[in-house]
């Protein structure tokens, strides 16, 4: 089965960069997809194929990709940005899709 | 606006059915795929399955965990996708959630509980 791999804490301090990577063998193929999950609230979509922002996402956010890695930048890091963070992709068949296992993000 | 409502979950015993519909509303329907997406407390997101809009013949995937027990099934004329759950297992309590597409946009989820 296919799995992508997240380092389960980040912690930075406010106005600091937030880098947060996600890492699977189909991501060279495939695009990823990152989201953000704040207490008992559904995920938001804040980066789709690999590094275009969704509309209304501030700009602080960002993504981009490097071989079997992905990575959502959060610069200048804010404490309302304290969340769960998830990357999702597809296998190399494009039939199964897979997230990540999270990122906790703390800032403070 | 896009929404996406689900509605249908509950408590239920090991073993039984329990069927979640999302109601969507606010884009073509029919020209989306539709994802169902849980997390158990406490844990993280596991994709349970889709199914494809019309335009690929709305086939269907699912994860190993669900394969078997689990079968999405969508009625284009009403704009509502269904989750078909079989043989509850303790381990299938979660909050699933609907989503449209690449993951786009999602419903606000229900709460599935499987106890005895």
């Known amino acids: 089965s296919y799995e992508l791999t997240q380092v389960p804490s980040v912690s930075v301090s406010p106005g600091q960069t937030a880098r947060i990577t996600c890492s699977g063998d189909a991501l060279p193929k495939k695009y990823a997809y990152w989201y953000q999950q704040k207490s008992g609230q559904a995920p938001v979509l804040l980066i789709f194929?690999?590094?275009e922002r969704l509309s209304g996402i501030p700009e602080r956010f960002s993504g981009s990709t490097s071989g079997t890695m992905a990575t959502l930048t959060i610069s200048g890091a804010q404490v309302e940005d304290e969340a769960d963070y998830y990357c999702?992709?597809?296998?190399?068949?494009?039939?199964?899709?897979?997230f990540g296992g999270g990122t906790k993000l703390t800032v403070l | 606006e896009v929404q996406l409502v689900e509605s249908g979950g509950g408590l239920v015993q090991p073993g039984r059915s329990l069927r979640l519909s999302c109601t969507a509303s606010g884009f073509t329907f029919g020209d989306y795929a539709m994802n169902w997406v849980r997390q158990a407390p406490g844990k993280g997101l596991e994709w349970v399955g889709f199914i494809r809009g019309k335009a690929y013949a709305g086939t269907t995937s699912y994860a190993a965990s669900v394969k078997g027990r689990f079968a999405i099934s969508r009625d284009d004329s009403k704009s509502i996708a269904y989750l078909q759950m079989n043989s509850l297992k303790t381990e299938d309590t979660a909050v699933y959630y609907c989503?449209?597409?690449?993951?786009?946009?999602w419903g606000q989820g229900t709460l599935v509980t499987v106890s005895s």
């Open positions: 194929e690999d590094s």
């Open positions: 999702y992709s597809t296998d190399s068949s494009g039939d199964l899709v897979v």
């Open positions: 989503t449209r597409g690449v993951l786009d946009r």
